[in-house]
């Protein structure tokens, strides 16, 4: 009988640290998933992507194209992505009350090697811009320009205009590089500019 | 006591996996412009991202332990900013502002 005793006692042992152990890493996951709310990660999960724009195949680099995926937790995301499907996507979300982030440009840039400007090898940008945008620009480190085609796009009745760029190579040098994206405005203006990061 | 090591084991996976699923490796109050951060090397790293309450200029990479270059880099003020790098190469997840960030957010991967 004390055998019985001692093997139930075992049994209870082994089910408690289990259990507790369960609970813990339970606890832990919670803890490490503070960064991002569960229901903007359930949403970029199941949510469907609406392509805007598109940024061809060239020089051996594959073609991307440039989604837009409001999602049910409240943010709009602006997305770099080989598919509409495809769970490896580049770019990132605004609150959906303030889809440029306070600006006239939400924009995301996305590159491979570097972070001297020698080593990259492929270097995009992707971006919907507000109304009142009606040109965006590339300005480079030499004060020259590279014009940025927009498209006009309609996101659950929303209309954007959206834009896919694909940095030449010839852009990417070390005397000259693209120094910020900025917005025009019907009268030329500058509305919004925002540093690319290549140069100073 | 062959159990009770054996029920220790178990817990201690199930601590484990839970820390594999996401690692919030920065989260600040606070980020002045230049303040960077990074997880340790391995290879299971394939997704960074910076959950931010305001909207600042950032960059998540990842950095590789060979060349020390960057890979599937992304900058944007966005308020949540993500990208992945599908490679079984031993790397880090490293997120960085470029500018002030005055308000509380995390760096999480994966």
């Known amino acids: 009988?004390?055998?019985?005793?001692?093997?139930?006692?075992?049994?209870?042992?082994?089910?408690?640290?289990?259990?507790?152990?369960?609970?813990?890493?339970?606890?832990?996951?919670?803890?490490?998933?503070?960064?991002?709310?569960?229901?903007?990660?359930?949403?970029?999960?199941?949510?469907?992507?609406?392509?805007?724009?598109?940024?061809?195949?060239?020089?051996?680099?594959?073609?991307?194209?440039?989604?837009?995926?409001?999602?049910?937790?409240?943010?709009?995301?602006?997305?770099?992505?080989?598919?509409?499907?495809?769970?490896?996507?580049?770019?990132?979300?605004?609150?959906?009350?303030?889809?440029?982030?306070?600006?006239?440009?939400?924009?995301?840039?996305?590159?491979?090697?570097?972070?001297?400007?020698?080593?990259?090898?492929?270097?995009?940008?992707?971006?919907?811009?507000?109304?009142?945008?009606v040109e965006v620009q590339v300005l480079m480190s030499d004060g020259t320009r590279r014009e940025i085609r927009l498209r006009k796009a309609n996101v659950a009745g929303d209309e954007y205009r959206a834009f896919g760029y694909r940095f030449k190579k010839a852009d990417l040098r070390k005397d000259v590089t693209p120094k910020a994206v900025i917005a025009l405005d019907s009268t030329g203006e500058e509305i919004d500019r925002q540093a690319t990061g290549f140069a100073g | 006591m062959k159990r009770l090591t054996l029920a220790l084991l178990l817990s201690l996976v199930f601590c484990t996996s839970a820390w594999g699923a996401a690692t919030t490796y920065a989260g600040y109050q606070y980020w002045p412009a230049g303040q960077g951060a990074s997880t340790s090397f391995s290879p299971s790293w394939f997704r960074n991202t910076f959950y931010k309450t305001s909207n600042f200029d950032t960059t998540v990479t990842f950095i590789d332990n060979v060349s020390y270059s960057w890979h599937s880099t992304v900058r944007s003020s966005a308020s949540y900013v993500q990208t992945h790098w599908l490679s079984s190469q031993t790397k880090k997840a490293h997120c960085r502002a470029n500018t002030t960030g005055p308000s509380w957010a995390a760096c999480t991967a994966y």
Do not use: H
């Open chain 1, 1 to 133: 009988m004390p055998k019985l005793r001692n093997s139930r006692r075992c049994v209870v042992l082994v089910i408690g640290v289990v259990a507790a152990g369960v609970i813990a890493g339970a606890v832990v996951a919670a803890r490490l998933d503070d960064g991002i709310p569960a229901d903007l990660e359930a949403a970029l999960r199941d949510d469907p992507l609406v392509q805007v724009a598109g940024i061809p195949a060239e020089n051996g680099l594959a073609g991307r194209g440039v989604f837009v995926q409001r999602t049910s937790a409240g943010f709009i995301c602006l997305w770099d992505a080989p598919s509409a499907t495809s769970s490896v996507r580049q770019g990132g979300c605004n609150r959906t009350d303030d889809p440029f982030g306070g600006r006239e440009l939400f924009v995301s840039m996305a590159y491979d090697g570097g972070p001297a400007i020698a080593g990259i090898k492929d270097a995009r940008l992707v971006g919907v811009a507000a109304r009142e945008v």
